[in-house]
Every structure is written in structure tokens, then in C-alpha cells.
């Protein structure tokens, strides 16, 4: 019954309107009167745009009252006249966007032959009528203030009630009235400017960049009343300029230069010079008439160029090392007492700052000798007999560069390398970057076609360029760098019809579009507007043609054992890598928005009506997001499973141990010593039998969707000349996501008959009754699987969760001018309902459309000795699966992955949002406002963990206090009993307790010294110790 309402209010809703965006235009009305207060009809009202010249006439009705319902927002004039009376005219009526305004004429009588104008001084910020509460940034704010980013949405932070926090990629993002970041709706000229990929993270977002050039006015809205406005809580409104009958430009440039800038405390500690950053911006606009009070053009370039040079810190080999030499110290004599090896900074450190051994001890003058041996000739592994000819000495080395500073590594073995590294321009995982270089491009077409019809066209295309840490930045000034690209573009198109005196239509059309695209310095070049994988340039060429090749497709390699290189005491995070290859790469979204939308105005006696509804389609394709490792073979370098042999006090006296496990990695590292190979293996398709080979494609794509709509209808009910009722109702039906390649999933199995939540709870049950109660058991043999749904699939009539339809959002306001006062006063108050689930598909794409089964994540581990020369005909290229199957169940012995599914009876969450306000006029040009506002949410998005670690009910916490005290647990009896711990014993539960084993194993004697129960419940669930299998211990 609840569905068949809905669909036949959407039925009703579109016989009488055509298809709501954010409203653009403003809406100017009021009543008309003589001197005696009585209404007068008939009445003919004319505003005129001041900078287009374009009039709009208007007639009082039988209630003396006139609505322009639709005035482009501007500087007006608006008049009054009638026969026989004197006309009266409001100067500079300023008409925001979104803005409602009243202004009430009192015409007075004129004498025979007599012509005479009233000019009435007009302020709209007193005379509007919306009850929101909120702020407007007009042009002469967003061009004067100060601002260095030149990006006006930095502006939102002045709001009051607006704070400006930290979003999960740790971008600078604003939070209006202490709402979530997800409820702010960002518009420009009615279009949604957000990022759905990034829903979550926005805040006041645009892809697009919006200069001061560019966006003649913003209005801001923390406490939204009105139902036209939805998808949030909290509105930013945007409006871009347009061009009048007068030509005006501007042309600018500015420079932000580091020359100016104040040095870092330890960069000024290491003596390095000061970081290097150097921003241009430059462009300029031009707008003006194609032919007077009729066509009109805007248009805009806002270039910048960006530039800095950060200081970085790598670690690298020393001269000696990277000859097979390893140093180190001791103290007394030549192989005398064992002394660990340091930097400058360390406890013990080897050399001074110009790198050069020390002869004795810095705080004991205890005398120091240099010693030294060749990993190779005098380590004589039988493994490890040369360096590596295939990519360690021939390619890794002759990039290296020597090092220049001794702060970090051992000081005799590793030490830094400290340069400038170059950042032409810098992105970020979501575009809110301010450091991007970019090209940009603004125009915008206005045409009056005739008194009843008027047409609008904007269009904004940009490009951004740049590197960032996603997509590789080399440690070393022989490196290569990765890039990332952005082009977003944004386009809106309005017709503006006069049915009648008492009807106008305003149909928009919008697109804009979002995109990401990041390439390693191997992957420059493909991927990209059409172009195939490989379709690289020529830096990527060579630095392809760097790393081994194996059936014609490079394999990367990495050095291993970085930690053990690095003495203790430095932080620097060096990976020793030209060039830089991770599990982003190549990354792409690619983030459409569209929207169709109408609003339909009509006028009847005192009311002023409207009534709208729109549509929003947007999705979001991706290739190769949520990965934990690369779509293509990934070697780490090591000792692996073989070991160093001969590395001994024995053999070299004197050597401290930290340092035979440097020289062991050392070692390893040049002889191109295997340590281990990874891949992820993916599929595309929902029928897939195996997984997809990278040598066909790299590119593990998905394609989410999500269709959402709304409607609205609200009335603007002058009920006396000075009391304003507003009322309205909003509707909004958010859509389920989908994947159109098939393989979004759901899940089912378990001891559940339908699957979705019921399912997750696996083997054991299919509610939140089984959480506590360890009592339950599980049954094998009802594991919880995967099923796709969703249109594309092969269950197109299932969906995520079920469907919400009960998305009414009622508001009300009024607006009181009180006429008792000498100068105005105007209380405001409202109540209102915002619904707001716009997607965050970044949430959707590791939650649905990258389940269990549809990745698998392989590790190899060499059991006998691989190195890079035997690789080829190891035949672990690609790395072995086991067997193992696309959509298989979890198994019980997979306690590391994390399964995320959504509520069957997910809802949409609501805000309830409060205000009354009075505003008073305490002279020309000084305004007073004082303001209450709450916001109240209702059912908002949280995150319910099923896997708790329970100490309580299965006894764990009893136990836990007992082995602590030294006594002796049976439980820990019969989850050890017959199993051998390792350096322990067997426990039997009497010579060898349970309780006594994990008293002397170093790592649950850890939890028990520290009181860390839910440590040892996690230990007890998941560790494969002692059985080999994962969660062994629970069998």
C-alpha cells in the first residue's frame, strides 16, 4: 500500500510539473497598497536588471500581492505604478541566489498633471523571507578578502557555526552545526558539484576549481528549512558570473614564493638549505554583451603552475657496501669487545657527520677500530657467491647515489642521501589538493529570446596534473616519478519559460563529471582516454626494460629487509626505490553525475506556490581500487627461507649481533636472494571459471550505479502585509547502488534462508543471539558464500538491502516584520526534515563489489634457494594459486579477512534541524542577527562489529585472572592439551599445564603481563601456532 502511495504521488507530481535542482534564480514578491493599508489589484510592477537591461512585469492580483518568481540574481530596480498615483521605486534591490525577498510598495494619491517617483531605499537582507539560517558571501566578499588559495570555498569556514576538521585522507574539509561531512550538498548554479566516489569525505567540495574569477557569489546554509534543497543538511550554493551590457575584464597573476618563507626547526638543526616552493597563477575574464538586453557572455582562464622542492631524507648504501664490503666497529682493539654499529645520532654512533669512522668514543674516549670482511669471498656462503648480475648490480646500484648525510642508516654501511625532490605539481587521493598544476576553462552563454523565455549555458573544462605518494615518488634524484591526471569537467543548461502571468517554468539539465587517474613510472602512458596497457611513453619504456622480464612482461623487484638496514634511532622510511610501484597503479575513477530537473511557480491570491522534481543518475567506474596487492608479480628481496651461514662472532670477532643480521640482508640483497613473490589474481566477469591472467589484462574493474530521485512542493503564504508562512514538503527516494559488471555481491549461506545479514553471521547462527552465547556450536558444513545481485547479474531482481520509501521531509518557517519598531526588526523560525543518502562509492567498492572470492591475495615463499638468476626457470611466474577458485566460501581457518555487509532494513538517515532568529537594523548599512540553531540526527550510517573478542561468557577473562595469579586454568587445559608449544613442552594438563605454557611463552606471557585479555582472546582465535592451522586452538 506504502509503494503504490508513493508512485501515485510521482505520477501526480509529473501531470503537474515538469522535471528540482538547487534553486538558482531568486524570487522577489510583495504586496501593494494605498495610504489607507487597503490592497490594491491591477497594479503593473517592473524589475529591471541593472547590468543586462532585461525587464520582467508583473500585475498585482485580486490580493493585491506580485511574485517574480524567477529573477536572475543581481542588482535590480523595481517600480510600482497605476493612474492616479505616484510611482514608487526600490534603487538597488541585491538579489542573491536562492533568495527570497519581499517588498511591499504604499502608493500615494497624485494631483492632476502631476508625475511623481518615491525612491525607497531597499535593504533584501532584512526583507528575506526564508526561515534557513546561513550566511551570503556576495561579490564584493568573494573579490576583496584576502585569500590564498584563491579558492573560494575556503570562504565557507567564515559561517559561523562552520569549523573546519580533518577528513580520513586528512584533507581539510568544514563540519556545518556539528553534522556529518557526508550532509553537506555543494551546488553550482544548481548542479551538485560533490564527488560520489568520495561522498563521505567532501564537505564542501568541488572537482572543479572555483576561483573568485569565476564564482560572483556563494551562499552558505547550516541550518536548511527549505524543501527545494535537499541531499544535505547544510547547503553551499555557488553562482558562476555572467556577462551584462557592459564589457568588464580583469587580468591577474600572483606569485607565493618560499623565498619569504621561515626555515623548519630540524631542517635548520641539519644545516640543509631551506625547502623550495614557488606557485604561479595566472589568467584573466571577459564578459559582456553579444548583442544588448538580449545575449550575453562570460569567460574565464585560471592557469597555475606549481613547483616545490621538499626536503627528503633516503637511505642508501656506502661506498664499501655496495662493493660486498660490511664494516663495523669495536671497541679496545681490532676484533676486540663488540660495539653496535650507529649513526650521528645514535646511542653508539660510528662516524661523524662527514661520514668518516670514529677512533674513539664520543662520550667514553673509549679507543674504537675500524674492522671489515666481503660478504662474499670471506662469507663463503655456498649460496651466495656474486652479486646479482641481473638487476641488483647492472640496475639498482648504478642508480644509487652516494651519501651525502649520516644522521640515518648505521653510518659505516647505510647513510642518507639528502636532495630536494621535485614536486611539479601535487595531488591527493580526492582532488582537494590546492598544489595541482592545472589549465582551466569557464564560459557561460545567457540569451533572452523574448520576454517570455530565456536560455543559460555554462561550461567549465579543466585539466590537472601532478605527482603524489599514491603513484610513486622516487627515493632518489636518478628516480622516476609516477603522476596522477584529473579532468573534471561541468556543464549545466536552463530554459526559463512564462506560461502565464501566474506560471513560470524552469527546466536544467546538468553533467559534470569526476575523475582520477594515477600511473606508476612503469605505467605512464597507458590506460588513459582510450589508451591500451601498453601504450606507454618512453620514460615508462626504460624504466620497464630496468626489472627482469619473464614471457615478455617485467617482473618488479624491491629490496627486502629495509628495517634491518637502518639502525636503530632514525625515521626515515626509505625503501631504496628509483622507481616506485604500487598496488594503485594504474588507478582509475571515473565519477559521472547527471541530473534533470524542473520547478514549476505558480501564484494564487496570497500564496506563492512552487512544486519540482528531479532526477540524479551517478556512478562510478574504477579499475584496480581496494587492492592489497599489485595485479601483477611483486618480488621482495631477503633472506628468505635459506639462510645466511658463516656469519658469526666465530668467524669475524667482535661483531655485534644487531649487526650479523644487517650483514645477513645486506648479503641477501646483493645476491638477489628471493625472499618472497606476490600477486593478486582478480576476476571480471561473474561467470569467470579461474582467475584472469595479467598477461592478458592488469585492470581488475568494477562499474557502480545508483539512481536516486525526488520531489517537492511548498507554499510562500503571505498571510498580513508583514507575516510570512512558509510550508512545504519534500520526498526523496535514494536508489540502491549496482554494478553493471555483474559482480556486485551479497551475502548468503550460513544457517540463513535468504542470505543478506542473516548470513554473516556464518556457521553459528543468524542473529545478534548468537554473539554472546559460545554455547552454539557451528556447523561446518554451512559456511557463509557470496551471490551476485543486482542489475547485470544473475539475481538482476535482488538488491544490496531493501528499498526505503518513507523518505517524507515536512518543513515550516515564518517570517514577522514587526511594524511597531522605528526600524526594522524581523523574527525568522523554522523546523525541517533533510534526508541525505547521497553514494560514497569508495564505501561500495570494497563492501560490494570486491567480496571474498572475487580477489585472491598469493604469497610465494621459496622453499629452497631462488635468486633473480634462477627465476625464469623456477616457473612460480605466474605466483601458484594452489588451486584455489574464484567465489569460494571463507574457510574456518581464515581468521585474517574481513568480511563488511550492509543491514537487509537499511534506511536513510535524517537531520531535524531547529532555528529562530531575530534580526535587527541598527542603522544604514549595520545589521544585528542573533541566532539559535540545533540540528538532531536520526538513524546515521555506523559501523556494528559481529567479531568481538568475548572474554566474558566462554570463560576466557576467569581464566586469563587466574594464570595470572600463577595459578592453573582448566580451560587453558583443554585448548592445550596434547599439543607441543614451542621451547615449552607437550601440555598434559600436569607435569605441563595450559596455564604454566603460556606463563613461559614470551608472547602470551607478554598479554599476561600487561593485563591484555582481548589480546589473548585474539591470540587463542586466530594464531595457526602449535597446529598449523589458523584458529587451530578452538578445534
Not at 700 to 715: I, P, T, V
Request: hydrophobic share 35%.
Amino acid at each position: 500500500m506504502r509503494k503504490a502511495l508513493v508512485v501515485a504521488t510521482l505520477i501526480l507530481s509529473l501531470l503537474v510539473c515538469g522535471p528540482v535542482f538547487a534553486q538558482v534564480n531568486a524570487v522577489l514578491s510583495g504586496t501593494v497598497s494605498d495610504a489607507s493599508g487597503a490592497l490594491i489589484p491591477g497594479v503593473e510592477v517592473t524589475a529591471k536588471n541593472i547590468n543586462t537591461g532585461i525587464t520582467d512585469t508583473r500585475l498585482t492580483n485580486e490580493s493585491g500581492n506580485f511574485v517574480f518568481p524567477s529573477l536572475q540574481p543581481g542588482t535590480y530596480t523595481l517600480s510600482s505604478s497605476l493612474a492616479g498615483f505616484q510611482t514608487a521605486t526600490y534603487n538597488n534591490v541585491v538579489l542573491g541566489q536562492g533568495q527570497q525577498v519581499r517588498l511591499n510598495f504604499t502608493l500615494q494619491v497624485a494631483a492632476a498633471a502631476q508625475n511623481v517617483e518615491v525612491l525607497i531605499a531597499a535593504d533584501t537582507l532584512i526583507a528575506t523571507t526564508s526561515s534557513s539560517v546561513g550566511n551570503v558571501l556576495p561579490d564584493s566578499v568573494v573579490t576583496d578578502l584576502p585569500l590564498a588559495s584563491r579558492n573560494v570555498l575556503d570562504l565557507v569556514a567564515t559561517t559561523p557555526a562552520v569549523i573546519t576538521t580533518l577528513n580520513a585522507f586528512g584533507a581539510p574539509v568544514q563540519n556545518f552545526g556539528g553534522t556529518p561531512i557526508s550532509q553537506v550538498n555543494t551546488t553550482r548554479d544548481g548542479l551538485v558539484t560533490n564527488d560520489g566516489r568520495y561522498n563521505n569525505s567532501n564537505g564542501a567540495y568541488s572537482a572543479v576549481y572555483t576561483s573568485p574569477d569565476m564564482v560572483e557569489e556563494v551562499r552558505i546554509t547550516t541550518n536548511n528549512i527549505d524543501p527545494a534543497l535537499g541531499r544535505g543538511s547544510a547547503q553551499v550554493q555557488m553562482r558562476t558570473r555572467a556577462g551584462g551590457n557592459e564589457y568588464h575584464g580583469a587580468l591577474f597573476y600572483t606569485n607565493n614564493n618560499s623565498k619569504f618563507a621561515a626555515q623548519p626547526y630540524f631542517q635548520n638543526l641539519a644545516g640543509a638549505p631551506k625547502s623550495y616552493q614557488n606557485r604561479n597563477q595566472f589568467g584573466g575574464r571577459l564578459g559582456g554583451p553579444i548583442k544588448k538586453n538580449k545575449a550575453f557572455f562570460f569567460v574565464l582562464i585560471d592557469d597555475q603552475r606549481f613547483l616545490e622542492k621538499q626536503d627528503y631524507l633516503a637511505t642508501v648504501l656506502t661506498e664499501q657496501a655496495r662493493a660486498g664490503v660490511f664494516r663495523y666497529l669495536t671497541q679496545d682493539s681490532a676484533g676486540g669487545t663488540a660495539r653496535r654499529n650507529g649513526n650521528v645520532f645514535s646511542a653508539t654512533p660510528s662516524v661523524n657527520k662527514v661520514g668518516q669512522p670514529l677512533a674513539a668514543d664520543p662520550v667514553t674516549g673509549a679507543p674504537l677500530f675500524l674492522n671489515s670482511f666481503n660478504l662474499f669471498t670471506d662469507v663463503r656462503d655456498p649460496n651466495r657467491t656474486r652479486m646479482d648480475p641481473v638487476w641488483v648490480g647492472p640496475q639498482w646500484l648504478t642508480r644509487m647515489p652516494l651519501p651525502n648525510d649520516f644522521t640515518v642508516g648505521d653510518g659505516l654501511n647505510t647513510a642518507g642521501i639528502r636532495w630536494k625532490q621535485p614536486h611539479a605539481g601535487l595531488d591527493g587521493a580526492t582532488g582537494q589538493s590546492q598544489n595541482a598544476n592545472r589549465n582551466h576553462l569557464t564560459t557561460r552563454f545567457d540569451y533572452q529570446l523574448n520576454s517570455n523565455n530565456k536560455f543559460t549555458y555554462t561550461m567549465s573544462r579543466e585539466k590537472d596534473w601532478g605527482v603524489t605518494g599514491q603513484t610513486g615518488l622516487p627515493d632518489y634524484q636518478s628516480g622516476a616519478f609516477g603522476d596522477v591526471k584529473r579532468v573534471p569537467d561541468f556543464y549545466t543548461v536552463s530554459w526559463t519559460s512564462t506560461w502565464s502571468s501566474t506560471i513560470l517554468n524552469e527546466f536544467r539539465f546538468g553533467m559534470k563529471r569526476d575523475t582520477w587517474q594515477g600511473t606508476s613510472p612503469l605505467d605512464k602512458g597507458c590506460c588513459w582516454n582510450g589508451a591500451k596497457e601498453s601504450d606507454l611513453v618512453d620514460s615508462a619504456k626504460q624504466m620497464v626494460a630496468s626489472f627482469p622480464s619473464i614471457g615478455g612482461n617485467f617482473v618488479y623487484v624491491t629490496q627486502g629487509g629495509t628495517g634491518g638496514l637502518i639502525a636503530s634511532g632514525t625515521s626515515v622510511g626509505s625503501a631504496m626505490t628509483y622507481a616506485p610501484f604500487g598496488v594503485a597503479s594504474p588507478r582509475q575513477s571515473i565519477s559521472p553525475f547527471k541530473q534533470i530537473a524542473d520547478t514549476l511557480s505558480f501564484t494564487k491570491g496570497a500564496h506563492s506556490f512552487q512544486t519540482g522534481f528531479e532526477f540524479e543518475f551517478t556512478s562510478s567506474h574504477q579499475f584496480n581500487h581496494g587492492g592489497q596487492q599489485t595485479t601483477r608479480p611483486f618480488v621482495t628481496l631477503g633472506v628468505g627461507n635459506t639462510p645466511v651461514v658463516n656469519v658469526t662472532p666465530t668467524n669475524f670477532r667482535g661483531i655485534q649481533a644487531n649487526d650479523i643480521t644487517t650483514a645477513q640482508l645486506l648479503l641477501a640483497d646483493l645476491a638477489g636472494t628471493i625472499n618472497n613473490i606476490m600477486e593478486q589474481y582478480f576476476v571480471n566477469s561473474p561467470t569467470a571459471t579461474d582467475w584472469t591472467d595479467y598477461r592478458k589484462t592488469i585492470l581488475f574493474q568494477r562499474d557502480l550505479h545508483e539512481n536516486d530521485w525526488a520531489l517537492y512542493f511548498k507554499d510562500n503564504w503571505k498571510l498580513s502585509r508583514d507575516f510570512t508562512l512558509n510550508v512545504g514538503l519534500r520526498y526523496d527516494k535514494y536508489g540502491v547502488p549496482y554494478d553493471t559488471t555483474g559482480l556486485g555481491g551479497r551475502y548468503t549461506g550460513g544457517q540463513s534462508t535468504n542470505g543478506g545479514d542473516a548470513a554473516l553471521f556464518g556457521c553459528s547462527g543468524t542473529g545478534f543471539n548468537v554473539m554472546w552465547n559460545p554455547n552454539v556450536g557451528c556447523d561446518p558444513t554451512k559456511l557463509t558464500t557470496t551471490e551476485f545481485v543486482g542489475k547485470g547479474s544473475p539475481n538482476p531482481g535482488r538488491t544490496f538491502w531493501g528499498n526505503d520509501w518513507n523518505n517524507f521531509a515536512p518543513s515550516i518557517g515564518f517570517s514577522y516584520s514587526m511594524p511597531q519598531f522605528k526600524r526594522s526588526t524581523v523574527i525568522r523560525g523554522g523546523y525541517g526534515i533533510n534526508y541525505a543518502g547521497a553514494p560514497d562509492f569508495l564505501s561500495y567498492s570494497g563492501n560490494i563489489a570486491n567480496l571474498p572470492g572475487q580477489t585472491l591475495n598469493v604469497t610465494y615463499s621459496p622453499t629452497a634457494y631462488l635468486d633473480l638468476t634462477g627465476l625464469p626457470a623456477a616457473n612460480v611466474i605466474p605466483v601458484p594459486t594452489g588451486g584455489a577458485k574464484p567465489f569460494g566460501a571463507v574457510p574456518l581457518t581464515n581468521r585474517a579477512a574481513n568480511i563488511t555487509g550492509y543491514a537487509d532494513h537499511r534506511v536513510t538517515p535524517y537531520i531535524q534541524n531547529f532555528n529562530l532568529s531575530v534580526q535587527r537594523e541598527l542603522a544604514q548599512n549595520l545589521t544585528l542577527d542573533l541566532s539559535w540553531v540545533g540540528n538532531k540526527a536520526s538513524k546515521l550510517f555506523s559501523a556494528v562489529q559481529l567479531n568481538e573478542n568475548n572474554i566474558f561468557e566462554n570463560g576466557i577473562l576467569d581464566a586469563f585472572n587466574v594464570t595470572r595469579a600463577g595459578g592453573n586454568a582448566p580451560l587453558f587445559n583443554r585448548l592445550l592439551n596434547g599439543l607441543n608449544v614451542t621451547g615449552v613442552g607437550v601440555v598434559n594438563g600436569s607435569t605441563l599445564t595450559g596455564s604454566q605454557a603460556l606463563r613461559a611463552l614470551s608472547t602470551t606471557n607478554q598479554f599476561l603481563a600487561n593485563g591484555d585479555v582481548g589480546a589473548l582472546a585474539n591470540f587463542i582465535n586466530t594464531t595457526s601456532s602449535f597446529t598449523g592451522s589458523n584458529g587451530g586452538l578452538l578445534r
